[in-house]
């Protein structure tokens, strides 16, 4: 074999992580991840306090093991360095308004009459029917329109539009068709959503102990300042201190926008290719509280989507004027340590109700963000009456903090995929002016929800490079 090239990855989230683990497996490159924060897997990453373990931002992984977070581990050869719990017994349930459904058997509690039911029925088998050789073709349409075909109704379109929102954190008008039946496909075929033990930090943990004990090396709490460019092509990495390291290839997993406005610098591009680069835009960001209870309160539930209001006319108004309701209209109520039960000690729960905040702007100050700390747990005490009294502490986490940590507006996946940026429509891997750069991260995956949209990244990338 001829000499290893020298690769630079910026980043250690899914993308990051999994590309550079993946490199240094080929025995072709030999890697240096650099981290700006001392944590490892970006909006992945875990961490520990008082003995309660909490994840920055995830709570459930579509696919486990069968998705691609799992197939990296797979090429990697320790497919069983991250365990698995689906979240299968019992599956995620509905609470409309306090009431517990089953979703979709129990729909008829939500109080639609036979025609609405009929047709969310008929919605549900055309729409998840749609032929894979046309789903490419459906990308173009949106979910608000195509549910609208078969019904019109305010509830039905709040509870479809909390799906586009579970799986890709952005509005049903904006959700395109075929990615949303691709998704639900592999989740019937798989049944393997789930949560790894040992939150959600244990994938990117993994990949990142595998790339050390391949030789690797990874350098946390080291920030890049830019990516080194000569004649338009990629020569190596800036610390914030000022070392330089060369390298034949540099790939960042800071995102799309920030690599090219901060880490390159627009002088480097045309016109033309930064005006594409500004209209892509992100997903929603959300706000989180973790709860951590004095008790195990939640008996037999792993996730609970909670939907505490139908009036789409007035939540649209509340939405557009930013203002902060009495009780969060949607949250999304993970148990964490039901599924995972090192993530609390002995007797205690730990669980996170979230989701989004009208549009709030990231500029917002701290004392204005912890107002939404009461809609969510407004919201959790109508799902499980009672839990209030067990809170030991609460943990919230803004979209301004997630900015602050990892950038780009605070955002929940990367660039969105909304119609016209999904598939083959999302940006290239390739940067589109410096040669050997490559992007790697949620922006640059083609399909999947969340991490397993950056770890698509990193499995396309990697066979890019290493044929
Ligand atoms: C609140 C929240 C909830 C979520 N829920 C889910 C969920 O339930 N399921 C799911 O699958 N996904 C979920 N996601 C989405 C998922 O976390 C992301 O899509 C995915 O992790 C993004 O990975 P990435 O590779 O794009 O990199 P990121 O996670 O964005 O990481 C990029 C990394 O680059 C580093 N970096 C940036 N600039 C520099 C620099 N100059 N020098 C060095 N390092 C740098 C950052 O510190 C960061 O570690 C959630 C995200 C959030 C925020």
């Known amino acids: 074999m001829g000499k290893k090239k020298k690769a630079i990855v910026i980043g250690s989230g899914i993308g990051g992580s999994g590309i550079a683990a993946l490199l240094q497996h080929s025995g072709e490159y030999d890697v240096r991840l650099f981290e700006k924060n001392g944590l490892v897997g970006g909006r992945f990453a875990s961490y520990r306090r008082d003995g309660f373990r909490l994840d920055v931002g995830c709570h459930l992984i579509a696919n486990c093991d069968k998705g691609t977070l799992g ?109 949303w039946v691709r998704c639900n496909r592999m989740f019937e075929e798989n049944k393997s959503s789930g949560y790894p033990i040992g939150g959600t930090g244990a994938v990117p943990e993994a990949y990142v102990r595998a790339l050390r004990e391949l030789g690797g090396e990874v350098c946390l709490a080291t920030p890049v300042r830019r990516i ?89 108004r509340e939405l557009d004027e930013g203002i902060i309701p009495e009780v969060a209209s949607q949250a999304m109520i993970p148990i964490l340590s039901n599924m995972d039960p090192s993530a609390a000690p002995e007797g205690k729960q730990l669980l996170i109700v979230g989701g989004g905040v009208n549009g709030q702007p990231l500029d917002t100050p701290r004392s204005e963000w912890s107002k939404w700390e009461a809609p969510f747990l407004n919201a959790l005490e109508m799902v499980f009456p009672g839990i209030r009294e067990h809170i030991l502490w609460t943990v919230t986490t803004s979209p301004a903090d997630v900015d602050r940590l990892f950038g780009e507006e605070g955002n929940v996946i990367g660039i969105g995929q909304k119609v016209g940026q999904v598939g083959d429509r999302r940006p ?40």
């Not at 209209?279 to 951590?292: D, G, L």
């Not at 991260?441 to 929800?449: L, Q």
Request: glycine residues 10%.
């Open 428 to 467: 290239a891997m390739e940067d589109p002016a410096i040669r050997n750069l490559y992007h790697c991260s949620a922006d640059t995956g083609m399909h999947g929800i969340g991490g397993e949209l950056a770890a698509d990244s990193a499995l396309r990338l990697y066979r890019k490079l290493c044929g």
């Open 228 to 316: 080194l460019v000569e004649d338009g092509v990629a020569r190596g990495v800036e610390q914030r201190d000022g070392t330089v390291h060369e390298a034949d290839l540099v790939i960042s997993n800071a995102g799309l926008k920030p690599t090219v406005n901060h880490l390159v610098g627009r002088g480097h591009y045309g016109q033309e290719v930064l005006e594409k680069i500004d209209a892509y835009t992100y997903s929603e960001a959300v706000f989180m509280v973790k709860v951590a209870l004095d008790t195990v309160f939640v008996e037999n539930e792993n996730m609970v989507m909670f939907m505490g209001r139908d009036d789409q006319a007035e939540l649209q």
């Open 71 to 179: 197939e990296i581990l797979e090429i990697l050869g320790c497919p069983d360095a991250v365990q698995w719990r689906y979240a299968r017994g019992p599956k995620p349930a509905f609470n409309f308004k306090g009431e517990r459904i089953k979703f979709p058997h129990e729909i008829h509690k939500l109080g639609f009459n036979n025609d609405e039911l009929q047709g969310i029925m008929q919605f549900l088998m055309e729409t998840g029917s749609i032929p894979e050789d046309q789903w490419d073709a459906w990308d173009d349409r949106n979910m608000l329109d195509q549910l609208e075909k078969y019904v019109q109704n305010d509830r039905a379109r709040i509870i479809f539009g909390i799906l586009s929102g579970i799986y890709f954190v952005i509005r049903d008008h904006e959700t395109p068709v075929g990615e």
